[in-house]
Nanobody, 128 residues
Framework: QVQLVESGGGSVQAGGSLRLSCAASGDTYSRNCMAWFRQAPGKEREGVARIDRSGTLTYADSVAGRFTISRDNAKNTLYLQMNSLKPEDTAMYYC??????????????????????WGQGTQVTVSS
């Protein structure tokens, strides 16, 4: 089992920055596949960024170059640094975790169904 608690959301003006944190507990954090998703009202939950056990990073096209995902295994914490925020980044942001498969591989796909453990979410609102 993995427990996830997000923090760091808030309201900012366009062009501003926020850093989200996700504190993880339970199963050995360093083994897990970690990701950030977001969901805007009336829209599907979408993958924003993910990091696998080896540190390989993946970003959605909409945030590449503006957002940076990182992890601190010593602190069992996942981060999402968000710069140059836009109004379209407004959403509830969720931390997600998935235990690697038998071969130690993280999910190939980057969808909601590929991750088992979720935090409660933290709201990010960007005004123009």
């Amino acid at each position: 089992q993995v427990q996830l608690v997000e923090s760091g959301g808030g309201s900012v003006q366009a062009g501003g920055s926020l850093r989200l944190s996700c504190a993880a507990s339970g199963d050995t954090y360093s083994r897990n596949c970690m990701a950030w998703f977001r969901q805007a009202p009336g829209k599907e939950r979408e993958g924003v960024a993910r990091i696998d056990r080896s540190g390989t990073l993946t970003y959605a096209d909409s945030v590449a170059g503006r957002f940076t995902i990182s992890r601190d295994n010593a602190k069992n914490t996942l981060y999402l640094q968000m710069n140059s925020l836009k109004p379209e980044d407004t959403a509830m942001y969720y931390c997600a975790a998935q235990i690697p498969n038998w071969y130690g591989v993280c999910p190939v796909h980057f969808t909601r169904d590929d991750y088992t453990y979720w935090g409660q979410g933290t709201q990010v609102t960007v005004s123009s």
